[in-house]
């Protein structure tokens, strides 16, 4: 399908895409690059053109580049026994500790469906009256904007995912809105998960990035799991995939088992330091004299 592309913009268009989203070579979907360059040449632009708008990252056929091989596939309450586990044990676990408010991050969470559930668990679970908030991000605005909307159809709701707490009521026809109560909870803002979240979202209690990573390269992975681990409060806990990671992410502990891909920002009472080397025997060291010098001969005395 390649045929008639210049190389040099081909390759320079797939740069565009890792750079900015950190997918791996062989997750950039080729079909979705060469119809974004296609229908920007079938508008009467030439490959140098092209090219020249392509070198700045930040540039609107940089960004519908990204926005063609983003993967878009969530729905409510994916992968149940997270929000379980959260009901379970997470929740409960920061109430002991005195959490005086629940916070949470869906982080990549296109159209929503992911953050209106992470809202709909911790509202479920929260003690009468205390503060409850989560966030969603996403690189594609388009994906925000559905998400603020907040109307869903039947491929939202999936049976193999049970609908846990109410999220949804019934908004004519087949399709759902989010209740008031949810909606009221959550909010949407665009980020990379190449970069740190920025300050002002504060840290969270439960952060959900499931079946994101899948697509990164090992150092965008390894450098997006840094920042979801910075932005996790002391005992928080981060959701990931199930194939995402295959060992605990440096600086966190693992919880439950290995297959619920479940990590936990230890407190600073729990953190535990390598220890110190045993004392080494004091050892005195063993000085030997010089050798005795030897007075030389006196000179006979003449006669």
């Known amino acids: 399908m390649s045929a008639g592309l210049d190389p040099r913009l081909l390759a320079r268009?797939?740069?565009?895409?890792?750079?900015?989203?950190?997918?791996?070579?062989?997750?950039?979907?080729?079909?979705?690059?060469?119809?974004?360059?296609?229908?920007?040449?079938?508008?009467?632009?030439?490959?140098?053109?092209?090219?020249?708008?392509?070198?700045?990252?930040?540039?609107?056929l940089a960004y519908t580049l990204v926005r063609a091989v983003l993967v878009g596939e969530t729905y409510f309450f994916r992968q149940p026994e997270h929000f379980r586990f959260i009901a379970s044990e997470g929740v409960p676990s920061a109430l002991r500790h005195g959490a005086m408010h629940l916070r949470g991050w869906s982080a990549g969470c296109a159209t929503g469906e992911e953050a209106y559930s992470l809202a709909a668990c911790l509202l479920a679970c929260a003690p009468p009256g205390m503060p409850v908030e989560v966030v969603g991000t996403d690189l594609h605005e388009a994906s925000l904007e559905a998400a603020r909307r907040g109307t869903y159809g039947a491929w939202s709701r999936r049976e193999s995912a049970p609908a846990l707490h109410t999220v949804y009521e019934p908004h004519g026809g087949r399709q759902v809105s989010i209740v008031p109560e949810v909606r009221k909870v959550t909010r949407f803002a665009p980020a990379n998960l190449l970069a740190p979240l920025p300050e002002r979202f504060g840290l969270f209690d439960f952060i959900l990035c499931r079946n994101v990573l899948t697509y990164f390269s090992p150092s965008a992975r390894d450098a997006a799991i840094g920042h979801l681990a910075r932005s996790l409060t002391p005992g928080g806990l981060l959701f990931l995939g199930t194939v995402e990671v295959d060992r605990c992410p440096p600086g966190l502990t693992r919880e439950g088992p290995p297959e619920l891909q479940a990590f936990r920002k230890p407190r600073p009472e729990e953190r535990t330091f390598a220890p110190l080397p045993p004392p080494q025997p004091l050892v005195t060291a063993r000085v030997t004299p010089p050798p005795r010098r030897l007075s030389a001969p006196l000179p006979a005395t003449p006669t």
Do not use: N
């Open 13 to 60: 268009a797939r740069e565009v895409v890792a750079d900015t989203t950190g997918f791996r070579e062989d997750a950039i979907a080729q079909e979705a690059v060469e119809r974004v360059l296609r229908a920007e040449l079938a508008r009467g632009r030439v490959p140098t053109e092209v090219l020249s708008e392509l070198q700045q990252l930040g540039s609107p």
